[in-house]
């Protein structure tokens, strides 16, 4: 069993920065690869970042957030974090921490493939 917590979200102006923090539970944090996903109102998940496991020297993103978001993490913490810059408001949505635990042989662009989820944060882009 996964738990994860996330925080860090706000209300902030385009162009502002907000930086989210997910905390893992588990002794085996450095072996998932770990996600952002975001949820806005009336609309599907979509997946946001990827970090992979262990050393973390993969990423990924969404085309509409690479150069403005970076994805990182601190396996001694079993801590991921997501860094927003410039933001837009077409960022605004809720944000979910996610855990791939179990690979079920999807990209890990498809939000689909995380196993484990927090409650979500809210971030909110003021024009």
């Known amino acids: 069993q996964v738990q994860l917590v996330e925080s860090g979200g706000g209300l902030v102006q385009a162009g502002g920065s907000l930086r989210l923090s997910c905390a893992a539970s588990?002794?085996?944090?450095?072996?998932?690869?770990m996600g952002w996903v975001r949820q806005a109102p009336g609309k599907e998940r979509e997946f946001v970042a990827a970090?992979?496991?262990?050393?973390?020297?993969?990423?990924y993103y969404r085309d509409s957030v690479n150069g403005r978001f970076t994805i990182s993490r601190d396996n001694a913490k079993n801590t991921v974090s997501l860094q927003m810059n410039n933001l837009k408001p077409e960022d605004t949505a809720v944000y979910y921490c996610?855990?791939?635990?179990?690979?079920?042989?999807?990209?890990?662009?498809?939000?689909?493939?995380?196993?484990?989820w927090g409650q979500g944060t809210q971030v909110t882009v003021s024009s």
């Open positions: 970090v992979s496991s262990w050393s973390g020297s993969k990423t």
């Open positions: 996610a855990a791939d635990v179990v690979w079920s042989g999807r990209s890990y662009s498809d939000y689909r493939e995380y196993n484990y």
């Open positions: 588990g002794r085996t944090f450095s072996s998932y690869t």
